[in-house]
T-cell receptor, first 117, second 113 residues
Framework: DTGVSQDPRHKITKRGQNVTFRCDPISEHNRLYWYRQTLGQGPEFLTYFQNEAQLEKSRLLSDRFSAERPKGSFSTLEIQRTEQGDSAMYLC???????????????FGPGTRLTVL | EDQVTQSPEALRLQEGESSSLNCSYTVSGLRGLFWYRQDPGKGPEFLFTLYSAGEEKEKERLKATLTKKESFLHITAPKPEDSATYLCAVQGIGETSGSRLTFGEGTQLTVNP
């Protein structure tokens, strides 16, 4: 396995701009998760997909956030009209369910560090 | 709602000085308790999964244990390379838990040579 990859690793943007992040999960993992982590805190759940279906969204996920996983492989997370409070590390994780022959353990990518000026 | 509390927030040890990190949790039903290690600027790295009270897992100098209310991560004779933030997370089986992990705030461990 090559591991979960995320792109870009760092993004600096101005308030009000839109940004999009990409996550490539471990191959054959059917679940993909997005979390957000601010300094000194543990990751907070945002949303997750099983294959291409988005099954759960956190109440933290405002209308400015949207995520897709069009063919059940990679995923994108878009933030529209960014605010300074969106500055954080955005983490992607993937897992294989037990029905898919996995253990449901979530493996994380390196994250995308977003700074909103 | 699932909750996780980790203590202490920060821990400084001398190389070779063993200690334990605590993770207290509240869930309607436990699907699994997970320990991760996180280095600065990187994503969490998976260490252990524990599923039921009494279960123990070991890896090198680390040993994780689980009771019905808490988990401990024991570090035996730590080395400077063990310095990192250790995160505890739970996955519940309740309707509101879904497949999400609920994390604690972590314990920042520093091991001095």
């Amino acid at each position: 396995d090559t591991g979960v990859s995320q792109d870009p690793r760092h993004k600096i943007t101005k308030r009000g701009q839109n940004v999009t992040f990409r996550c490539d999960p471990i191959s054959e993992h059917n679940r993909l998760y997005w979390y957000r982590q601010t300094l000194g805190q543990g990751p907070e759940f945002l949303t997750y997909f099983q294959n291409e279906a988005q099954l759960e969204k956190s109440r933290l996920l405002s209308d400015r956030f949207s995520a897709e996983r069009p063919k059940g492989s990679f995923s994108t997370l878009e933030i529209q009209r960014t605010e300074q409070g969106d500055s954080a590390m955005y983490l992607c994780a993937s897992s294989a369910t037990r029905l898919a022959g996995g253990t449901d353990t979530q493996y994380f990518g390196p994250g995308t560090r977003l700074t909103v000026l | 709602e699932d909750q996780v509390t980790q203590s202490p927030e920060a821990l400084r040890l001398q190389e070779g000085e063993s200690s334990s990190l605590n993770c207290s949790y509240t869930v309607s039903g436990l699907r699994g308790l997970f320990w991760y290690r996180q280095d600065p600027g990187k994503g969490p790295e998976f260490l252990f999964t524990l599923y039921s009270a009494g279960e123990e897992k070991e890896k090198e100098r680390l040993k994780a244990t689980l009771t019905k209310k808490e988990s401990f991560l024991h570090i035996t004779a730590p080395k400077p390379e063990d310095s990192a933030t250790y995160l505890c997370a739970v996955q519940g089986i309740g309707e509101t838990s879904g497949s999400r992990l609920t994390f604690g705030e972590g314990t920042q461990l520093t091991v001095n040579p």
